[in-house]
């Protein structure tokens, strides 16, 4: 399942039926934010609420034990469609391995752990393992997840699968891989009147979270949300224009900059560039929430039970890249860079030892990966490099780093 926001609008969301431990779960997440609200003075900056929601520990979404990733779950992922989309991320790994004379992979918010495993078994195949594979997760529940999978489906590989609890140190080689990592992190949500920004924040009623403006929480705000006017024309923005700034997403590349010595960092996450992103029909924002296989755009009900998240502006990562130190090595839409890494060799791979019916799975899922109007164009791939030879296969198809 893409996540294109038709699904469902808020208003038909169908709840169903909540366990009284689900409802007490939610409500006692609910007390701490409306704690805190009250403690800050009757509001509390988007993010920080985002934060909360996400990642408190045992009653956030991520750090709670609710399903999230998968058919049983609230949302699905590329990985948990087809191990096809993890076989092409091999693939693409593979050049850069065998490029740099092997190396590490470090994958950044691994979720069930799906394409951890389909990574290092097509990586096994192709005589190309890494020397460890690195997780490293916020998420305490799902590291559990990832464990239990990767130790039922590849033990013999276990001993180079190791978690960490933060980036490595200074100089690491090899790939870093991160699907959906980027549209999860809390995002600052900004009034963009040309005049005088404010951010967005969330207050308490006393009977729901109700929306209001503040002032900017965060310094850098004021450059970056005139940077994004500049940039995309201030005639588009006024008082009512209402969207993201990931500060966390930028941030985090520097980091990552800070720590890759050569290779490659591959990052797969629905968005655009600067200039398709903030343009007046999105001028509500990107915010989308996903509850039950539904899309919808309300993050102040149903908090820790529901996924909510933003689109990535490309353009803020290619910039935060090139500032620390990184190369643009490639910029296309999934459909082209999983056909540029080889998706058609793979499925005549995987052909050799399939029965029909699996071949007419895959097929279905080769549609349901690449279709513009499923996730072939809204998923874009970014490739973020460091001391590397140019000319990544993924992007042999098509090279879109002129939009960005
Ligand atoms: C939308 S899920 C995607 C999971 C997986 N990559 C997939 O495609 O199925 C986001 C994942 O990122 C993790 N996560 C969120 N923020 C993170 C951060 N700042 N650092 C590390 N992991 C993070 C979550 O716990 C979760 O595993």
Same mark, same amino acid.
């Not at 029909?356 to 990966?369: D, G, I, M, N, Y």
């Given at each position: 399942? +893409? /996540? +294109? %926001? ?7 969301? /169908? ?11 939610? *409500? ?9 609200? #009250? ?26 034990? *609710? ?23 091999? %693939? ?50 799902? /590291? ?24 490595? +140190?200074?100089?690491? #080689? ?15 949500? =900004? ?8 951010? %967005? ?24 949300? @005139?940077?994004?006017? *500049? ?25 990552? *900059? ?49 996924? =909510? ?11 935060? @890249? ?27 791979? +995987? ?14 899922? =080769? ?12 998923? #874009?791939?970014?490739?973020?490099? #460091? ?13 879109? /780093?002129?939009?960005?």
């Amino acid at each position: 399942m +893409n /996540r +294109n %926001r038709s699904n469902s609008e808020a208003g038909q969301l /169908r709840i169903g039926e909540l366990d009284e431990q689900t409802i007490a779960h939610s *409500a006692q997440l609910a007390e701490l934010i409306i704690d805190e609200i #009250k403690q800050q003075g009757g509001k509390i900056p988007f993010i920080r609420y985002m934060e909360l929601i996400l990642h408190t520990p045992g009653l956030g979404y991520y750090s709670a034990g *609710a399903h999230k990733i998968g058919a049983a779950g609230d949302f699905i992922t590329a990985p948990e469609i087809s191990p096809l989309f993890s076989q092409c991320i091999a %693939r693409q790994s593979q050049q850069v391995l065998n490029d740099i004379g092997g190396g590490d992979v470090l994958e950044v918010g691994a979720g069930s752990g799906a394409m951890a495993c389909e990574v290092l078994r097509e990586l096994e195949k192709l005589d190309c393992l890494p020397a460890h594979y690195f997780i490293l997760d916020l998420s305490a529940d799902l /590291r559990e997840r990832q464990h239990a999978h990767l130790q039922q489906e590849l033990p013999h590989l276990m001993d180079r699968i190791i978690w960490l609890d933060a980036l490595p +140190n200074e100089g690491f #080689k090899g790939v870093v891989l991160a699907n959906e990592l980027l549209d999860a992190m809390p995002i600052h949500l =900004v009034r963009f009147d040309p005049e005088n920004p404010v951010e %967005r924040y969330v207050g308490w009623d006393g009977e729901r979270f109700t929306w209001c403006d503040g002032p900017l929480s965060e310094p850098r705000l004021a450059a970056a949300a @005139a940077h994004i006017m *500049a940039e995309c024309g201030v005639d588009e923005f006024d008082a009512g224009y209402v969207s993201e700034i990931n500060l966390a997403a930028t941030d985090w590349l520097r980091s990552v *900059a800070a720590v890759l010595e050569q290779g490659l960092v591959l990052l797969i996450d629905y968005g655009f560039p600067r200039r398709e992103y903030y343009i007046p029909e999105r001028k509500e924002g990107t915010v989308m929430c996903h509850y039950r296989h539904q899309a919808h755009s309300d993050p102040l009900i149903l908090p820790g039970l529901q996924d =909510v998240t933003a689109h990535v502006d490309f353009t803020a990562i290619a910039e935060s @890249a090139v500032e620390a130190g990184m190369d643009v090595a490639g910029y296309a839409s999934q459909a082209h860079f999983l056909l540029g890494a080889g998706l058609m060799d793979v499925l005549a791979d +995987n052909a050799k030892t399939s029965t029909h019916e699996q071949q007419v799975v895959q097929a279905q899922a =080769v549609k349901t990966l690449t279709m513009p109007h499923e996730m072939g164009e809204l998923f #874009k791939v970014i490739a973020l490099t #460091k001391e590397m030879s140019p000319g990544l296969t993924g992007f042999s198809m098509l090279d879109a /780093r002129g939009r960005l």
